[in-house]
């Protein structure tokens, strides 16, 4: 049956918003127009009233290279590699304010106390991640390597894309974006020299990228990971083979000490029931999954749905030897999506609100098909409502995409009615409709989206971007930009203030990488 979301938790968000506008970077009122083409190199607008301010870009050397990995957003790999060096896709942003100086490879070297953390995505063995050391002018010491390399010249991380920080263990959090056994979470320390562990025996393995912290330690976990395409016609075996099966799952942990995720917990996954019935992955029939009906419901606006967290792994049962979560998921009968790839806390409602986002298809050929469209195949944000013991409540689509707002990806809050959205099209997107990406404010009370970013691309993008339209072979890197990392927050290590708390609006500073090319990251700055 379908249900309608309860006034009283739709009320207490939009008054929040109302009331606390000022806070944040937002409000947002103006807009940019247009996207950007596809064509030459662009430069990125923002909206008035803000601009970007540069920080860091991929040639700055790191001050402590480590085999392969010199720079910031480069591979030392040309040669062996052919064409050019390999580009290591600085991801996910997390801002932090420390009590004190960490310290750093330089002793005795004041290193401040605000600093930027990001993973890369890189793969190869090779992902890293760094420190931008805010405080810092001086080029040499002004980004910091947290994961060299071991005797076998590898780091063994790959795909890292999410980023956060858990007040609970006073540790940072990175995923990495990729299937079992390579996927999963690392926990790293903020003192130097760091720690980095992997928690695949604890959280899983899969191809987790948003990952956030709640009040009470647990952690929302977003999984990424491609279905089997189908035809966008299943009529047709000759229409283009666009369309994804829902196959990826909204997950959450809840750990046993709060302030030791090594000591275990149940990981749990989202359920969606639909006229009585949970909403499952059916591996026997991916198109029937792709064009099913309950997917049609569950993407239709003005509708809402029961939805409750069902355990998919228990270290107490099932001990701590690594898993595979999306097989795990899929056996305890949770509901698929579409490739979400993060997600944010509504801030000021009590982590009882939160907004995720399936990616959709990246494709025209798949959005096109009204069909598909109707599924969420350009891409979709939805909103779930817990009730107070957080275990139940209600799932309903906030944004169903379109080919102008499409294939989201980062998530974050500029003030507490406004939801900053970044679009991942990529190249096949990017060229089939000749727009590259956009960052949207979408609003809580139900006033009509703004484009608040047109990205462009940099003459080392558009570079690439031919070699990828020529079909040369060899070549490895990405071509088009996307905009990633962002994130708004004040950088407070208390729970207290961490994202979802209308504390960490109160005076935040914004970033947002313009990842591929020269992969170059940038504060927001609002005008005062």
């Known amino acids: 049956m379908r249900m309608t979301r309860p006034l009283a938790l739709a009320t207490l968000i939009v008054t929040t918003s109302l009331s606390f506008g000022q806070n944040g970077i937002g409000p947002i009122t103006t807009s940019v127009a247009q996207s950007k083409p596809r064509s030459g190199h662009p430069q990125s607008a923002i909206a008035a009233s803000y601009s970007l301010k540069f920080l860091v870009s991929g040639p700055y050397a790191l001050e402590n290279p480590s085999g392969l990995i010199t720079q910031f957003g480069y591979l030392n790999d040309f040669p062996p590699q052919t064409i050019e060096a390999t580009k290591t896709e600085p991801d996910e942003n997390t801002y932090l304010i420390l009590p004190s100086n960490p310290g750093g490879p330089t002793p005795g070297y004041n290193y401040g106390r605000h600093f930027l953390f ?6 190869k063995d090779l992902c890293y991640i760094t420190r931008i050391n805010l405080d810092v002018t001086e080029k040499a010491h002004k980004i910091t390597l947290l994961t060299p390399v071991g005797q076998d010249g590898l780091t063994h991380f790959n795909s890292i894309d999410g980023s956060t920080y858990n007040p609970f263990t006073g540790t940072l959090l990175f995923t990495q974006e990729t299937t079992f056994p390579n996927g999963g979470v690392i926990e790293v320390s903020t003192t130097w ?4 562990n992997r928690l695949d025996g604890i959280l899983g393995s899969t191809g987790y990228e948003g990952i956030h912290p709640d009040d009470q330690g647990n952690l929302l976990l977003i999984e990424d990971v491609g279905g089997t395409k189908v035809n966008v016609d299943p009529n047709d075996p000759n229409s283009p083979k666009a369309a994804r099966q829902p196959t990826s799952f909204v997950y959450r942990f809840v750990p046993y000490d709060k302030t030791n995720l090594s000591k275990g917990g149940k990981l749990q996954a989202l359920q969606v029931s639909i006229d009585g019935k949970p909403v499952v992955f059916n591996a026997n029939d991916p198109v029937g999954d792709t064009f099913a009906l309950a997917q049609l419901q569950l993407h239709t606006p003005g509708t809402s749905y029961p939805v409750q967290w069902v355990t998919v792994h228990d270290t107490a049962v099932d001990g701590t030897t690594a898993f595979d979560a999306n097989t795990a998921a899929k056996a305890a009968l949770a509901t698929p999506f579409k490739r979400p790839e993060n997600a944010q806390f509504a801030p000021g409602a009590n982590f009882l609100t939160f907004f995720f986002d399936p990616t959709g298809d990246t494709s025209a050929d798949s959005g096109n098909t009204p069909d598909l469209a109707a599924r969420g195949a350009w891409g979709s944000i939805f909103r779930v409502d817990l009730n107070s013991d957080r275990n139940t409540g209600l799932i309903s689509i906030f944004v169903l995409g379109d080919a102008d707002h499409s294939s989201f990806d980062n998530l974050t809050f500029a003030d507490a009615n406004t939801l900053l959205a970044a679009e991942d099209r990529g190249d096949t997107l990017h060229l089939q409709l000749n727009k590259l990406d956009s960052v949207w404010s979408f609003f809580i009370d139900g006033s009509p989206a703004l484009r608040f970013v047109a990205l462009g691309r940099d003459t080392q993008s558009e570079v690439d971007a031919a070699y990828l339209d020529a079909g040369t072979s ?31 609006l109160d005076n935040p500073r914004a970033f947002l990488t313009r990842q591929h090319g020269e992969n170059v990251v940038w504060e927001i700055i609002k005008s005062r």
Not at 485 to 490: D, E, Q
């Open 118 to 123: 990001q993973g890369h995505e890189v793969g």
């Open 193 to 196: 020299p760091p720690t980095a």
């Open 474 to 504: 060899g070549y490895q890197n990405e071509g088009d930009q996307e905009p990633t990392g962002l994130h708004v927050s004040v950088g407070s290590t208390s729970a207290a203030a961490m994202p979802g708390t209308m504390a960490n």
